[in-house]
């Protein structure tokens, strides 16, 4: 049998951040459209023949793509830490011509992948990042060769700003927990309050910069302080790179001021926020009727009316159907979603032309999508980039909670 084109890609995850659900949910993503395109490109080996007919996706296959290929993925631990960003990068791009990589997608957090991109692009490489979202990645001196499928944060606390104004008729006054020394964190917390500024019902306090290592120590003089203003709107920004800050429910614990509405980034809206509130329902210190007081601001999810299992998006009804049997709907969340599309950016180019290799993949896609403005159709909307490499029209969805048939808490867009 003769073998079609493989293309190496690596995919740099941190492994063993948040006990590895940052690296699973994309990974899922990614594995996810290897699996489409691989099941094409090795038709007929008798293995793939049998997982074929066991999962049960010959409906999915044929709507990627129509050229055989197949995928290799290389996946590189990324530590999250600083001090060793730069070396695992460099590691990388040393060994990429040796391993034949055409194209490298992450990292994780805006300040690891801002220090990237210039690295990777010393060696011909595109840098696709399906999770970052600091502004300051929208001016990169190397954006020609970058790529960002997630919605940048000035985008995401526009659609979040608009939507607190237009909820609330009264004054509210609103605080942010951030952390000052993660780039991310502060982007979020400067485009919001920058979107806020005009609003005549919406009055900013002075903002808790100390979401760090040890937060819950240095922020309790601060939500006294907000506790006596009469805070109504108590906004959480973790950043991406110290795993400690997810432990969110430490947080809203240590806040415990009733009836305020709790707001959170992507980086917020984790399982355990869920699962804190089974277990605050369940012993009856929080009613169910009472989860509407918890928004949450993301890139996509499951039940988006846009690009849902439900919408008119046939990719993303999908790529939904496919990764329910793969992975479970309770397992699949918008980083799924972003490096899935993330890896569909390079397919559609390698469809276009044969045999690339890292230089003229490069070549091909900022052509394609930087030069000539052109789109595709992918699971979290139409994919289309800027210059800087930034998405036109980039998709949010904000969440709300909701106590679902199945006896627990779940998200649900708004």
Not at 5 to 21: D, K
Not at 53 to 72: N, Q, S, V, Y
Not at 164 to 184: E, G, P, W
Not at 294 to 302: C, G, Q, S, Y
């Amino acid at each position: 049998m003769k073998l079609n084109e493989i293309y190496t890609i690596a995919v740099v995850v941190p492994i063993y951040y948040n006990n590895g659900a940052v690296a699973r949910q994309l990974l899922q993503g990614v594995a996810q459209l290897q699996l489409q395109v691989n099941l094409v490109g090795l038709r007929g080996l008798n293995d793939i023949a049998k997982l074929r007919h066991i999962i049960e996706i010959k409906d999915f296959l044929g709507t990627i793509i129509a050229t055989k290929m197949c995928l290799r993925i290389i996946i590189v631990n990324e530590d999250n830490n600083n001090e060793q960003v730069s070396q695992t990068t460099k590691n990388l791009a040393a060994v990429a011509e040796e391993l034949n990589i055409i194209a490298v997608f992450g990292h994780y957090s805006s300040k690891m992948t801002q220090k990237a991109v210039s690295i990777y692009a010393r060696k011909g490489l595109v840098l696709i990042t399906p999770a970052s979202a600091c502004d300051t990645l929208s001016n990169l001196v190397d954006s020609a060769s970058f790529f960002r499928i997630r919605t940048p944060n000035r985008i995401t606390t526009q659609h979040l700003a608009h939507y607190l104004v237009n909820r609330f008729k009264k004054i509210q006054r609103l605080a942010i927990f951030y952390n000052q020394k993660s780039i991310y964190s502060s982007s979020f917390k400067e485009s919001l309050c920058r979107h806020l500024q005009s609003s005549e019902t919406i009055q900013i306090l002075p903002c808790c910069q100390a979401l760090d290592r040890d937060f819950l120590s240095d922020i309790r003089p601060y939500i006294e302080q907000i506790r006596n203003q009469e805070v109504n709107i108590l906004v959480i920004v973790p950043d991406g790179e110290i795993e400690k800050t997810l432990y969110n429910a430490e947080l809203i614990n240590a806040a415990n001021i009733n009836d305020c509405l709790i707001v959170g980034s992507a980086t917020f809206a984790y399982q355990n926020i869920l699962d804190w509130l089974d277990v605050n329902i369940s012993s009856g210190l929080l009613n169910r009727n009472n989860l509407s007081n918890f928004l949450f601001v993301v890139p996509w999810h499951w039940r988006s009316q846009s690009n849902g299992f439900s919408s008119n998006n046939s990719l993303a009804v999908d790529f939904c159907k496919l990764a329910d049997r793969l992975w479970g709907e309770a397992r699949v969340t918008w980083r799924s979603a972003t490096a899935y599309d993330s890896v569909l950016i390079v397919i559609k180019i390698l469809e276009r032309n044969a045999k690339q290799n890292c230089h003229t993949l490069f070549e091909n896609m900022h052509q394609f999508y930087k030069d000539e403005s052109r789109s595709i159709q992918g699971v979290t909307g139409t994919i289309q980039f800027d210059k800087n490499g930034d998405r036109i029209n980039p998709p949010t969805e904000i969440l709300t909670v909701q106590w679902s048939e199945r006896g627990h808490c779940e998200f649900i867009p708004i």
